[in-house]
T-cell receptor, first 114, second 111 residues
Framework: NAGVTQTPKFQVLKTGQSMTLQCAQD?????MSWYRQDPGMGLRLIHY???????DQGEVPNGYNVSRSTTEDFPLRLLSAAPSQTSVYFC?????????????FGPGTRLTVL | AQSVTQPDIHITVSEGASLELRCNYS??????LFWYVQSPGQGLQLLLK??????LVQGIKGFEAEFKRSQSSFNLRKPSVHWSDAAEYFC?????????FGAGTILRVKS
């Protein structure tokens, strides 16, 4: 199993550009989530999904969209990038439909918005 | 409201010394608690978790944590630190259908 994969590893955007961060898992996990990590703030939940076709907002959803058309994939879209979205983004997945199961994290995407 | 507090931003210990990383939570009568570790440039890996039962839980890499309801704490411990333990450690609590993380503690190990 590849586990949780994320692409790209690094990305530089200009303010106002849009892009999609890809996340895929091959463990047949129901629960998937996106976090952003900023120094001194830990990981903050952006959006999550408890199964295909179901998504919900986390702590910091503004400026981001998600969809979950398949169990495997959970892309994160930045609609109009802003410097405040410079961060490291992690995707995670877990077996159950809730957040009580062990989450498996991808390697992260480091995004810089100029 | 802050759900998880890790009071120490940085901790430095000597190799072979004991370690305790503090975590206080403020959500849930019976919380679901986790400790994750992040090595430099990597994603997070689960060290251990507590849901119920024995309040002392054992994890991977020789780590353990003790749940103390009266103190709303879930501190992580290791009797003897190795240089490879240098990393950032995150405490987390389940809040509804979400996992809420503390700000993290960076552990430095000096030889």
């Amino acid at each position: 199993n590849a586990g949780v994969t994320q692409t790209p590893k690094f990305q530089v955007l200009k303010t106002g550009q849009s892009m999609t961060l890809q996340c895929a898992q091959d463990m047949n996990h129901e629960y998937m989530s996106w976090y952003r990590q900023d120094p001194g703030m830990g990981l903050r939940l952006i959006h999550y999904s408890v199964g295909a076709g179901i998504t919900d907002q986390g702590e910091v959803p503004n400026g981001y969209n998600v969809s979950r058309s398949t169990t495997e994939d959970f892309p994160l879209r930045l609609l109009s990038a802003a410097p405040s979205q410079t961060s490291v983004y992690f995707c995670a997945s877990s077996y159950g439909r809730g957040s009580t199961d062990t989450q498996y994290f991808g390697p992260g995407t480091r995004l810089t918005v100029l | 409201a802050q759900s998880v507090t890790q009071p120490d931003i940085h901790i430095t210990v000597s190799e072979g010394a004991s370690l305790e990383l503090r975590c206080n939570y403020s959500y849930g009568a019976t919380p679901y608690l986790f400790w994750y570790v992040q090595s430099p440039g990597q994603g997070l890996q689960l060290l251990l978790k507590y849901f119920s039962g024995d309040t002392l839980v054992q994890g991977i890499k020789g780590f353990e944590a003790e749940f103390k309801r009266s103190q709303s704490s879930f501190n992580l411990r290791k009797p003897s630190v190795h240089w490879s333990d240098a990393a950032e450690y995150f405490c987390a609590v389940v809040k509804g259908n979400k996992l809420v993380f503390g700000a993290g503690t960076i552990l430095r190990v000096k030889s």
